[in-house]
C-alpha cells in the first residue's frame, strides 16, 4: 500500500485548491437533491406517480433516453477497443482508457437507470438466478449481455485501478485478461447493440412503418458505431476543455485523433445512411413523406445523418476542426432522434393521445447524467486515465510493471 | 420448468430410454382450449363484465346505470373484459373484449422471466413472483391487453386469465357462465371452430364468412363471429397471419453464432494486423504477446 500512497499522492494538483462552488456543481447538486425525491416518491406511489406512462405508452422517456440511445451514446468503448487491441492501432491508444471508462459509467448509470423503471424491481434477479430463464427473449439476451458486458469493460479498465492502487501483480494479472475482455467486449457489444433495437421487432402492430423495419436490429448496430465515435469527439473535446491540466497526451496530438474518429464515423453514416434508403426503396412507403411523419423521418435521414456525414467528410479532408465537432453534435442529435422515434415518437402514432415525459421524468434523467459527471471527474482526478495514456518514455517504463 | 415438470419430463425421458417409446407418445394429448364469441348473439347486457369482476374481485361495474356502452372502452387494471357498442350497417353489434390468448402470445415471448406463461391448456397466465415488472409485455402484444397497475409501489400485470384458476376445477370462464344468450363458448379450438362453421354454414346470410382468430397473428383462443366485416367492429385486421414470436426468431438464432464466430474471427483479425503504423512508430511490444 506505500506505494499507493505514493502514486495517489503524486496525484494531486499542486496548485491552490478551487472553490468547491464550480458552475456544475451548482447546477448539478439541486437537480440530483430533486432527482432522489422524485425516486422516493416514485417507489412508494408508483410510477404513475412520477411518470407520463400509461397504457398505451408501457415505455417512456426513461427507456426511450437512458437505455436505448444511452447504449448507443456508449459504443465507442467497443469501437475503440476494437481499433486498438483487435486491429492493434496505435494512434488511438491515448484515448482508449477514457473511453472505457466513459463506457463503463454508461452502462452503469444509464443502464442501471434501468432498475428505476421496473415495476418490481427487487425482481430483477429471476433472469440471472433462473426464476425462469425466457430464452425465447430479445430482452433476456439484451439482460445478460449488459452483464456480462459491463464486467468485460470492467475487466479492460481494472489495468487503470490496480495502477492507481499501486498493486502492481495485480495490474500484470489483469492485464493480460485485456484481449479476451475485448474480444468478448466487442462480441457482446454487437449483440446486445442490436438486440436493443431487436426489441422493437415485436412492435410490428404499432411502430410507423417509415421506422418499422425487419432490419431494426442491424439499423441500431452500425449507427451504435458512429454514435459512439460522435460522442467520444463531443466527449474528448468538453473534458480537454474542462479538464485541461488533468489531461497530458505526451507528443499525442488530439486534432489528430479526432480526425481519425471523424473519417471512420462518415464512413459508417454513410454505409447507414445506404442501408436506410435501400430499406425505404424496398418498403416504398412514399406515400408518408409529403405528411408530418414523412418531415420527422427526412429530418432525421437526411438532416441529421446525411448533412453531418458530408461535414465529416468535409471537415477532415480540409481539416477544419470545428465542423468536425459540429458534425459531431448533429451526429449525436440524430442518433437520439432516431431512437426516440423508434421508442416512443413514432410507436403508438396513431394514439391521439400521445406521450410527452413529465417535468419529474426529465429531472431524474438529468440526475443520472449529473451523477455519472461526478463519478466520471471523481475517477479522472484521482486515478491515471490520461497521464499513462500516451506512449513515450514513460510508457516503455510501465512495460516493466 | 418448474420441480415437478421437471421430474415428469426427466421420469417420462428415463421411461423413454428403458421402453424405447417416443416422448410424445407418453404425453396427455392435451388440447387448447379457448371461447367462441358470437357477436350476432350479444345483447350488450354486460353480465360478462360483473361476472369476472366479482370472479376476481376485480372493479365490478354499475351496468344499469354508469352508462358506459356510450364510450369506447379498453380493458383496464381495474377491468379484464369489457363490452363495446359499434354502430354498423347490421345496426348495433355489441363486441366483448379480453385477452385473445393468442396461440402464440408476443407477450409470452417477449417476458424475458417467463412470468407471461402461455399454459399448455391455452390460456395465458401471469406470474406474479417471476415478473420484474418491465412492461415489455405490454409493448408487444398485438391487441394492446396487458395493462400495469401505475398507482401502486407493488404494481401488477392485469389481464385476463381465461379464470385459468376456475378451469383447473373443471369450470368454465366465470363470463361464459354468466352469459344469458350462450353469445358465448367454451370449449377446445378444435371443437369450437367446428361449431363456428357450422353456424355460417346454416346460416350464410347471417355471418361474414369469416372468423377473427381463426389465423389472426397466428391464431388466437378466443374466436369471433360476426354479421358485419370485422373493421367495423374496432378489430384490426392488418396484424397478418404471423405468430409474433416469428419476428424476432432470425434475430435470436443468429446469436449462438455471432457468440461463437465472431470471437475467433476477432482474434485472426488481431493475428492478422501487424500492430504497426506509420505514423507513431514501431508497434508497442506489450501487444505482442496476446
Redesign the interface.
Known amino acids: 500500500m506505500s506505494s499507493g500512497a505514493t502514486l495517489s499522492a503524486g496525484a494531486e494538483p499542486l496548485q491552490k485548491k478551487p472553490s468547491f462552488w464550480t458552475p456544475f456543481n451548482v447546477i448539478s447538486l439541486p437537480i440530483m437533491a430533486a432527482g432522489l425525491i422524485i425516486l422516493v416518491i416514485r417507489?412508494?406511489?408508483?410510477?404513475?406517480?412520477v411518470?407520463n406512462?400509461?397504457?398505451?405508452f408501457?415505455?417512456g422517456f426513461w427507456i426511450g433516453f437512458d437505455v436505448v440511445t444511452g447504449v448507443a451514446f456508449a459504443g465507442g468503448a467497443y469501437v475503440i477497443t476494437?481499433t486498438v487491441?483487435?486491429?492493434?492501432?496505435?494512434?488511438y491508444?491515448p484515448i482508449v482508457r477514457v473511453t472505457v471508462l466513459n463506457g463503463l459509467l454508461a452502462y452503469i448509470f444509464y443502464a442501471g437507470a434501468l432498475v428505476l423503471?421496473?415495476?418490481?424491481?427487487w425482481?430483477?434477479i429471476?433472469?440471472i438466478i433462473g426464476?425462469?430463464?425466457?430464452y425465447?427473449?430479445?430482452?433476456?439476451?439484451v439482460?445478460w449481455h449488459f452483464l456480462l458486458y459491463m464486467a468485460a469493460e470492467f475487466i479492460e479498465f481494472s489495468p487503470v485501478v490496480a495502477e492507481w492502487l499501486g498493486w502492481r501483480r495485480a495490474r500484470k494479472i489483469l492485464?493480460s485478461l485485456t484481449?479476451a475482455a475485448v474480444?468478448?467486449g466487442?462480441?457482446l457489444s454487437?449483440?446486445h447493440q442490436?438486440?436493443l433495437g431487436?426489441?422493437?421487432?415485436?412492435?410490428?402492430?404499432?411502430i410507423h412503418p417509415l421506422w418499422y423495419s425487419?432490419f431494426i436490429?442491424i439499423l441500431f448496430f452500425v449507427s451504435s458505431i458512429f454514435a459512439g465515435l460522435a460522442m467520444i469527439i463531443v466527449e474528448g473535446t468538453i473534458s480537454h476543455r474542462v479538464l485541461r491540466d488533468r489531461v497530458k497526451m505526451g507528443n499525442f496530438d488530439f486534432e489528430e485523433i479526432i480526425f481519425g474518429l471523424a473519417k471512420g464515423a462518415a464512413i459508417a453514416m454513410f454505409a447507414y445512411y445506404f442501408f436506410k434508403l435501400l430499406v425505404f426503396l424496398h418498403e416504398g412507403h412514399w406515400e408518408y413523406l409529403g405528411e408530418s411523419w414523412g418531415y420527422l423521418y427526412l429530418l432525421e435521414v437526411g438532416g441529421l445523418t446525411l448533412v453531418p456525414c458530408i461535414l465529416f467528410a468535409f471537415g477532415v479532408r480540409n481539416r477544419r476542426i470545428g465542423i468536425v465537432r459540429f458534425a459531431a453534435v448533429l451526429t449525436l442529435l440524430g442518433v437520439l432522434l432516431n431512437r426516440m422515434n423508434v421508442s416512443i415518437i413514432a410507436?403508438n402514432w396513431y394514439v391521439p393521445n400521445h406521450y410527452y415525459p413529465s417535468w419529474m421524468e426529465i429531472v431524474v434523467t438529468l440526475m443520472i447524467i449529473c451523477a455519472e459527471i461526478w463519478v466520471f471527474r471523481w475517477i479522472v482526478t484521482r486515478m491515471p486515465v490520461y497521464e499513462r495514456s500516451a506512449?513515450g518514455p514513460d510508457?516503455t517504463e510501465a512495460?516493466r510493471l | 420448468?418448474d420441480r415437478r415438470s421437471f421430474l415428469k419430463t426427466g421420469g417420462a425421458a428415463a421411461a423413454c430410454a428403458v421402453t424405447g417409446k417416443r416422448q410424445d407418445q407418453l404425453e396427455d394429448p392435451t388440447e387448447f382450449v379457448g371461447v367462441l364469441v358470437d357477436t350476432t348473439r350479444c345483447i350488450g347486457c354486460r353480465s360478462c363484465e360483473v361476472a369476472c369482476g366479482m370472479a376476481h374481485d376485480l372493479h365490478v361495474p354499475d351496468v344499469q346505470n354508469d352508462g358506459a356502452l356510450d364510450e369506447k372502452r379498453?380493458t383496464?387494471?381495474r377491468q379484464w373484459t369489457v363490452v363495446n357498442r359499434y354502430d354498423t350497417d347490421a345496426g348495433e353489434v355489441f363486441v366483448k373484449k379480453q385477452c385473445m390468448h393468442c396461440w402464440q402470445p408476443?407477450c409470452?415471448?417477449?417476458?424475458?422471466?417467463?412470468?407471461m406463461h402461455k399454459t399448455k391448456e391455452g390460456p395465458v397466465i401471469w406470474r406474479s413472483?417471476?415478473?420484474?415488472?418491465?412492461?415489455?409485455c405490454?409493448?408487444?402484444c398485438?391487441f394492446?391487453v396487458p395493462?400495469?397497475?401505475?398507482?401502486?409501489?407493488?404494481?401488477r400485470i392485469q389481464k385476463c386469465t381465461m379464470c385459468w384458476d376456475r378451469l383447473q376445477q373443471g369450470q368454465e370462464p366465470a363470463c361464459v357462465k354468466a352469459c344469458p344468450t350462450d353469445a358465448l363458448t367454451f370449449g377446445p379450438k378444435r371443437e369450437l371452430m367446428e361449431i363456428a362453421r357450422i353456424r355460417i354454414y346454416n346460416h350464410p346470410d347471417r355471418y361474414v364468412h369469416k372468423i377473427y382468430g381463426e389465423h389472426e397473428v397466428g391464431g388466437t383462443g378466443w374466436l369471433y363471429l360476426s354479421a358485419v366485416p370485422f373493421e367495423q367492429l374496432g378489430f384490426?385486421m392488418?396484424?397478418?397471419t404471423t405468430p409474433?414470436?416469428e419476428?424476432?426468431r432470425d434475430?435470436?438464432y443468429g446469436?449462438p453464432v455471432?457468440?461463437f464466430a465472431?470471437?475467433a474471427l476477432?482474434?485472426g483479425?488481431?493475428l492478422l494486423?501487424?500492430?504497426s503504423?506509420s505514423?507513431?512508430?514501431p508497434?508497442?511490444?506489450?501487444?505482442d504477446n496476446?
Open positions: 417507489f412508494t406511489q408508483g410510477l404513475g406517480s411518470t406512462l400509461n397504457q398505451e408501457p415505455w476494437f487491441y483487435v486491429m492493434r492501432s496505435r494512434k491508444m423503471d421496473l415495476g418490481r424491481p425482481n430483477i429471476n433472469p426464476n425462469d430463464f425466457g425465447n427473449s430479445v430482452l433476456f439476451l439482460a492485464h484481449l474480444i468478448f466487442v462480441t454487437t449483440l442490436s438486440g431487436a426489441l422493437f421487432l415485436l412492435a410490428k402492430a404499432k425487419e436490429p410507436f506512449p510508457e512495460e | 420448468m379498453t383496464s387494471e408476443a409470452a415471448s417477449a417476458c424475458l422471466t417467463n412470468a413472483d417471476k415478473c420484474m415488472g418491465c412492461r415489455f405490454m409493448v408487444s398485438p394492446d395493462k400495469f397497475e401505475y398507482d401502486s409501489w407493488n404494481p384490426r392488418d396484424l397478418g409474433y414470436p419476428y424476432t434475430f435470436l446469436v455471432v457468440l465472431l470471437p476477432l482474434y483479425m488481431r494486423s501487424d500492430g503504423d505514423e507513431m512508430g508497434p508497442d511490444p506489450r501487444n496476446p
